[in-house]
């Protein structure tokens, strides 16, 4: 079952055992804590790997206004931009050198494709992300609403446990890399 912003934080409550919430906008403290907190754990988390249900490749729009130094050209950032994995041209998303500056990318290159963690709906969470993001949220809230340090740190320990275990499923679904050059066998040949 795909779980949106306010399910996620509703788990994340009820694990701590306080009271879900029904909007961000209920005026109770629940709801005032998840809305400070939702957003930037939620962006934390991804911005932490590089989650497969989280990596797009995009071609970026040049800016017209090239960089001060160092570069020659600069291109717009995506607006789910999170954190940049690799940049390439000529049909390939690596290979540039680039600097990301702001809300843009710097590179020598005329044309950009890059490879990057995006923000996507939380309906397109997987599962075992979703466990991962609820305990996080847990930790997250358990102090401005306990005041209990001693459970914040449990559920702090929890929510790394649940994030190196989507980290290891989120792994397996990529093939893993073969080595491409390996000089000690072409020099037994």
């Known amino acids: 079952m795909a779980l949106t912003a306010i399910g996620l934080c509703g788990r994340?409550?009820?694990?701590?055992?306080?009271?879900?919430?029904?909007?961000?906008?209920?005026?109770?403290?629940?709801?005032?804590?998840?809305a400070a907190l939702y957003g930037p754990t939620r962006d934390a988390l991804l911005s932490a790997n590089a989650w497969s249900f989280a990596s797009v490749q995009a071609a970026l729009p040049r800016l017209a206004e090239p960089p001060v130094a160092d570069y020659a050209c600069a291109f717009q950032l995506p607006a789910d931009f999170l954190r940049a994995l690799a940049a390439g041209g000529g049909g390939r998303a690596r290979g540039l050198s680039y600097?990301?500056?702001?809300?843009?990318?710097?590179?020598?290159?005329?044309?950009?494709?890059?490879?990057?963690?995006?923000?996507?709906?939380?309906?397109?969470f997987p599962a075992f992300f979703d466990q991962a993001q609820i305990a996080?949220?847990?930790?997250?809230?358990?102090?401005?609403?306990?005041?209990?340090?001693?459970?914040?740190?449990?559920?702090?320990?929890?929510?790394?446990?649940?994030?190196?275990?989507?980290?290891?499923?989120?792994?397996?679904?990529?093939?893993?890399?073969?080595?491409e050059d390996f000089t000690l066998i072409d020099a037994r040949a």
């Open 12 to 34: 994340a409550l009820i694990k701590l055992g306080a009271t879900a919430i029904a909007s961000f906008e209920d005026g109770s403290a629940e709801a005032e804590v998840a």
């Open 99 to 124: 600097r990301i500056h702001g809300r843009t990318l710097l590179c020598d290159a005329g044309a950009v494709t890059l490879s990057y963690i995006g923000r996507p709906a939380e309906e397109e």
């Open 136 to 179: 996080r949220l847990a930790a997250e809230f358990c102090l401005p609403l306990t005041e209990s340090s001693t459970r914040a740190e449990l559920l702090a320990q929890l929510a790394e446990s649940e994030f190196r275990r989507a980290r290891q499923i989120d792994a397996q679904q990529d093939s893993q890399p073969g080595f």
